[in-house]
């Protein structure tokens, strides 16, 4: 599954001030090729969220304190 995702990315360059929405259902990345501040604003239906992968190796891949 996992490798029909990486074959299937599409990159979506964007610019500083720029508002990019996500649709839900969707599988995304976001990755920085400079420095940036980046300001994530999400619903409160934080129990569909799944993490693919988890850079902070949690099991879950939930963040407890957005949890409660």
């Keep these: 599954v996992l490798e029909h995702i990486k ?6 360059p964007i610019s500083a001030g ?3 929405h996500t649709p839900p259902g969707t599988i995304h990345r976001m990755i920085a090729d ?11 239906q934080l129990d569909d ?4 992968q988890d850079d902070q190796k ?11």
């Design 7 to 12: 074959d299937n990315l599409v990159a979506h």
């Design 18 to 20: 720029a508002i990019f």
């Design 34 to 44: 400079t420095d940036l501040l980046y300001i994530e604003a999400s619903t409160t």
């Design 49 to 52: 969220v799944v993490r693919l």
């Design 58 to 68: 949690r099991d879950h891949g939930r963040i407890d304190s957005e949890h409660k």
